[in-house]
């Protein structure tokens, strides 16, 4: 079975930009969780998805927004991209909202020039 | 405080030895514990799950969980130089929805 899938793996943008990240998690399962991770730090949790509602939200701006189709599948949207916002985007999948082992995918690199 | 807190280290250890990497939380109403491995550029891979007090073994992995004591550690007998990475303590909380929030990760040096 193929594990969590992101795309693209690499990208490049300039401030102001806006950028869209996508994931696919392992097949059965239901929950999403987005993550940044910065050179040096642990991942910080953005969201997490199950069942195409909301369930979590960390302390990241409005600019940051994201959403789950009913595939499951997710994307986390960036708006007016800032220099700061350059990391590794990290999605990961698990069966449920109930505190399950989560999985990773092997990450989306942002550079924001 | 930070939810979750881990010794950025470095951790150097020789090959073959036993190396020691700890993590507190704070937030007594987690529930489930883990520890990942990441090596560098790349994304976090499962190591190993606790969830009851006690120890866990798997293979030369060994997981320690004292909820009293709001701390959980990992063993890594027969330390390799493939060990050698960041190794990153992850706690389910409960308190506002569950979510599994990590810490900032130890790096291990394991020196041939």
């Known amino acids: 079975d193929a594990g969590v899938t992101q795309s693209p793996t690499h990208l490049i943008k300039t401030r102001g930009q806006h950028v869209t990240l996508r994931c696919s998690p392992i097949?059965?399962?239901?929950?999403v969780s987005w993550y940044q991770q910065v050179l040096g730090q642990g991942p910080q949790f953005i969201f997490q998805?199950?069942?195409?509602?909301?369930?979590g939200r960390g302390n990241f701006p409005d600019r940051f927004s994201a959403r789950q189709f009913p595939n499951y599948s997710s994307e986390l949207n960036v708006n007016a991209l800032l220099l700061g916002d350059s990391a590794l985007y990290l999605c990961?999948?698990?069966?449920?909202?109930?505190?399950?082992?989560?999985?990773f995918g092997e990450g989306s690199w942002l550079t924001v020039v | 405080q930070k939810e979750v807190e881990q010794n950025s280290g470095p951790l150097s250890v020789p090959e073959g030895a036993i190396a020691s990497l700890n993590c507190t939380y704070s937030?007594?109403?987690?529930?489930?514990f883990f520890w990942y491995r990441q090596y560098s550029g790349k994304s976090p891979e499962l190591i190993m799950f606790?969830?009851?007090?006690g120890d866990k073994e798997d293979g030369r992995f060994t997981a320690q969980l004292n909820k009293a004591s709001q701390y959980v550690s990992l063993l890594i007998r027969d330390s390799q130089p493939s060990d050698s990475a960041t190794y990153l303590c992850?706690?389910?909380?409960?308190?506002?929805?569950?979510?599994?929030?990590f810490g900032a990760g130890t790096r291990l040096f394991v020196k041939a």
């Open positions: 990961a999948s698990s069966r449920d909202d109930l505190g399950n082992t989560i999985y």
């Open positions: 606790i969830y009851s007090n």
């Open positions: 937030d007594r109403g987690s529930q489930s």
């Open positions: 992850a706690v389910n909380r409960a308190t506002g929805g569950f979510k599994t929030i």
């Open positions: 097949s059965g399962h239901k929950s």
């Open positions: 998805y199950y069942e195409k509602e909301e369930r």
